[in-house]
């Protein structure tokens, strides 16, 4: 499975667990059951990270979005920019550049044009403000 794949499985999940009140493993179980999607240890690393650090990764959003509050963001805005976060904040593996770039792609895929804008603000607004972080390599 790809890094792409990964993120766009962890994705589904992030997006899913908007509407459901089951856990991860739960979400897990379902989808590998009915063969919906592959649930890798990357994917299950990724969304048990994100749901680890939601409150932080939330106040980062809300930080950040300057129009809207954290609870008017549309769902898969929401899951994007939670996952790109996360991945910027804790994947050592993953320049910031690089995830933001993917958070686009999601945006693209699964929202309107303008939430690829709004992603797109949140997360270079973001970027902008740890350029230092960027520049030696470390991570927000």
């Given at each position: ?30 989808a ?20 680890m ?28 920019l ?16 690089a995830a933001?770039?993917e ?16 992603v ?16 030696t390599?470390?991570?927000?």
């Amino acid at each position: 499975m790809t890094r792409h794949e990964t993120r766009e499985c962890a994705f589904y999940i992030l997006f899913e667990m908007q509407f459901q009140e089951d856990t991860p493993e739960v979400l897990f179980q379902i989808a590998e059951e009915s063969a919906i999607l592959p649930i890798s240890d990357a994917v299950k690393e990724m969304v048990n990270g994100v749901v680890m650090h939601q409150a932080e990764l939330d106040e980062i959003i809300s930080a950040y979005s300057t129009k809207r509050v954290l609870n008017r963001i549309p769902k898969i805005n929401l899951s994007i920019l939670r996952l790109a976060l996360y991945e910027i904040r804790y994947d050592a593996q993953m320049p910031m550049n690089a995830a933001i770039s993917e958070a686009i792609s999601l945006a693209k895929a699964y929202g309107y044009q303008e939430d690829i804008s709004f992603v797109n603000g949140v997360l270079g607004n973001y970027a902008r403000d740890h350029v230092k972080e960027i520049g030696t390599g470390s991570h927000a």
